[in-house]
């Protein structure tokens, strides 16, 4: 499979290993509501028809996705992260390779400040590959939950 030429090139620390393409993620989701995000960077890490999919649980307990193409999660976070600072730090990490593929789940925790505790805690589901020169992202599944210590917050 050919890839599009990226403007800007991916940096090769952010697709040498599956864990360095996470790491990629939660560093540009990451920073103060007036920050820009780097979506050029964002955009290389994932694949030509990648897809990330957050679910939300409806109120009468049903899972709901909503699946987004990069460009369409690129339009909707933008909105949401220039109104509130944001931070996202991986908590935990396991990997599953065979061969050139390999399959993650990162626990995550979101903050609006590094020092605060946690206002939503999640893991993501990260499916991504290996082209013989770089690792890419094709998926992503994810669902956010309040922090248990948010909850008990008046």
């Known amino acids: 499979m050919t ?3 990226l403007s800007p090139p991916a940096r090769w620390s952010d697709v040498s ?7 990629a993620v ?3 989701l990451s920073g103060r509501a007036n920050e820009p995000r780097d979506w050029g960077r964002f955009r290389t890490l994932y694949a030509p028809g990648a897809l990330l999919v957050p679910v ?3 109120p009468d ?3 709901v996705p909503d699946v987004c193409t990069v460009d369409r999660f690129i339009e909707t976070r933008t909105v949401y992260l220039s109104a509130a600072d944001f ?6 990490y396991e990997e599953q390779r065979f061969g050139p593929v390999a399959s993650v789940i990162s ?24 082209d013989g020169v770089r690792w890419w992202t094709t ?6 939950l309040v922090a248990p210590a948010a909850e008990t917050k008046v």
């Open 61 to 63: 307990g049903s899972a």
């Open 87 to 92: 931070y996202e730090t991986g908590t935990s």
């Open 139 to 144: 998926h992503v599944t994810w669902q956010s």
């Open 3 to 5: 890839h599009p030429d």
């Open 26 to 28: 939660y560093d540009v």
């Open 56 to 58: 939300r649980v409806a």
């Open 107 to 130: 626990g995550y925790e979101s903050r609006r400040d590094p020092g605060e505790p946690p206002f939503a805690v999640g893991t993501n589901c990260i499916h991504c590959y290996f």
């Open 17 to 23: 290993s599956p864990e360095a393409l996470v790491s």
